[in-house]
């Protein structure tokens, strides 16, 4: 056992006996993967910032049911990663109300990519930017449930059956849409590199 697999063990045994302050080693070591998945997921970095604070704050008060058997990384991306998908369904029905209110506003997702590095020059900054836009916005066309399996797979580098963990998917059934995320996204390049 690692290390740093003791110490999290310790933290969760400390966190569970009462010392809230132990949950602070927790969180240090997962905010930013949880984060980087719910940018991932959701594409806006504020609601990232909110549903992984959710995400902690809903794995503190559920500690008492996570299995030490499983790594604790993808018990807490499961229960963001299911935060996640409940505001993107919420987020849909929202869109649609305003769509017929005549509110919708088609670049609410320019918070998509990160702020320049002050060492980049700007003609590469702007190079990648519109590079990572379009990506993104090729990612964005898959059906949710096989965006949300490329990104666990090919952004976080998940294994199938750590995939199958936290989404709730049989085996089979994340096998099937990784593969098929895979031949639409390809797809989908292919038409915008045609086309652009």
Not at 63 to 89: E, G, M, Q, V
Not at 134 to 146: A, H, N, T
Request: aromatic residues 12%.
């Amino acid at each position: 056992m690692q290390e740093t697999d003791i110490k999290e063990l310790e933290s969760i045994r400390m966190t569970l006996a009462g010392d809230k302050e132990a949950f602070r080693f927790i969180v240090d070591s997962y905010k930013n993967g949880v984060f980087n998945l719910l940018f991932r997921m959701s594409g806006n970095r504020q609601d990232a910032e909110d549903l992984a604070q959710e995400a902690f704050i809903k794995a503190f008060k559920n500690l008492h049911s996570y299995d030490k058997k499983y790594p604790f990384r993808n018990w807490i991306l499961t229960i963001a990663a299911n935060l996640c998908k409940n505001h993107i369904k919420r987020g849909k029905i929202l869109n649609i109300i305003s769509i017929f209110a005549g509110k919708h506003d088609p670049e609410e997702r320019n918070e998509l990519i990160d702020p320049p590095a002050e060492n980049n020059n700007p003609p590469d900054h702007i190079i990648e930017k519109e590079e990572k836009q379009r990506l993104f916005g090729i990612v964005d066309l898959l059906p949710e449930r096989y965006k949300i399996v490329f990104m666990l797979r090919y952004v976080e580098e998940f294994s199938y059956s750590e995939i199958a963990n936290i989404t709730g998917f049989p085996l089979g059934t994340v096998e099937t849409y990784i593969y098929r995320a895979k031949e639409q996204f390809l797809k989908n390049l292919k038409k915008s590199e045609i086309t652009g």
